[in-house]
């Protein structure tokens, strides 16, 4: 029996450790954002909070796959030619948990661009980015099933490629598209557009940090043959997605944090917001400055412009800015 090298193995095995590690550690990430999320939001939606517990249990369902995979090989395949030969089972379950949770994610992102830029032709790109994503990591999970040794991987590059680069382009179009919706929406008013400002920078950091990892996965994947040194953003590339929505949707209620002094009421990420600049203390008669952010919202509004509430359809809507109100009153004068 031939020795496998040292040095081959490392690169097989440590790559894949260190992903598992990563993938690992960010499940507890989305366990304690899905925690908050319920604790916080129980007046969402009822399709949102169940989307929410899908990504969950997929997301656990990847986890225990990770664990076993790197069980199998390690435990009870140890020192035998199968642990760096032959593919361990629950790899090949990692292409289609990804896509799983990728793609109805990055599909609602689509809907919430449709509703926030009133574009169809958009939306329709990054839905179809999706679902050829969805289709490539079906796929790979049938490809890897059949060729089913480490020597064999490249045999279905071509069903990896559309699995990620799908993956990746939609995320870059999704990204794109909310920071040129949300910067065309500048009033010219600094209380609205520091608002602006502080949604774009959320939006690059959740949705760029994704399109990296499907980048720098496929790259690797292509350019490192031999190795898993995909792995290592590979198995935590789900866990990316799950996160970025949960905080964007968790953002809603620490908004303030992000703006220094200013207090913010109700939904400001995804619903009506009205908010109170503190200043410390005021003379008699004098109120501080009172910005209205009207539409910063996803809830449906009637032609008189009252809010309906339809089960406080709190993620329904997209973002709009249409009204900045700032007044200061003039205190009162006194006769002598």
């Keep these: 029996m031939s ?97 799983f949770i ?7 992102m689509g809907w919430r661009i449709k509703t926030l830029s009133g574009s169809r032709l958009l939306p329709a790109i990054i839905c179809a980015l999706a679902l050829s994503s969805l289709v490539g990591g079906i796929s790979t999970t049938v490809a890897a099933s059949i060729f089913h040794e480490f020597a064999q991987e490249h045999q279905y590059d071509g069903a990896v490629v559309t699995w990620l680069a799908s993956s990746a382009a939609a995320d870059i179009c999704i990204t794109g598209c909310l920071v040129w919706s949300l910067h065309k929406r500048r009033t010219g008013y600094s209380a609205t557009d520091d608002l602006l400002n502080k949604l774009i920078r959320l939006t690059l950091q959740t949705g760029a940090i994704t399109a990296i990892s ?56 995804f619903g009506e917001a009205t908010f109170v600049a503190s200043g410390g203390n005021h003379p008699a008669g004098e109120r501080s400055n009172v910005y209205s952010v009207a539409a910063l919202e996803l ?38």
Excluded at 75 to 97: G, N, S
């Design 214 to 269: 499907a980048t720098l996965d496929v790259v690797l994947f292509l350019a490192a043959p031999g190795t898993s040194l995909n792995f290592i953003s590979d198995f935590s590339l789900s866990k990316l997605y799950t996160n970025s929505l949960l905080s964007t949707l968790n953002a809603r209620a620490g908004w303030n944090n992000l703006t220094g002094d200013q207090l913010y009421r109700d939904n400001v990420l």
């Design 102 to 108: 990728s793609t109805p994610v990055q599909l609602f």
């Design 3 to 99: 020795r496998v090298p040292t040095d081959s193995v490392q690169l097989l095995f440590g790559p894949m450790l260190i992903g598992t590690f990563f993938s690992t550690i960010l499940y507890g990430l989305v366990f304690g954002q899905a925690f908050i999320y319920y604790q916080t939001y129980k007046r969402d939606s009822t399709w949102i909070r169940y989307f929410i517990l899908y990504l969950v249990i997929c997301e656990t369902l990847a986890t225990g796959f990770d664990i076993g995979m790197m069980y199998e090989p390690l435990v009870l395949r140890y020192a035998t030619p199968h642990a760096t030969t032959i593919l361990p089972i629950m790899l090949v379950a990692d292409p289609i948990m990804t896509v």
């Design 299 to 336: 809830q449906n509004r009637s032609d008189n412009g009252v809010a309906r509430d339809h089960g406080r359809r709190d993620i329904e809507s997209g973002i709009s800015i249409t009204k900045v109100v700032e007044f200061e009153e003039i205190p009162p004068v006194t006769r002598d």
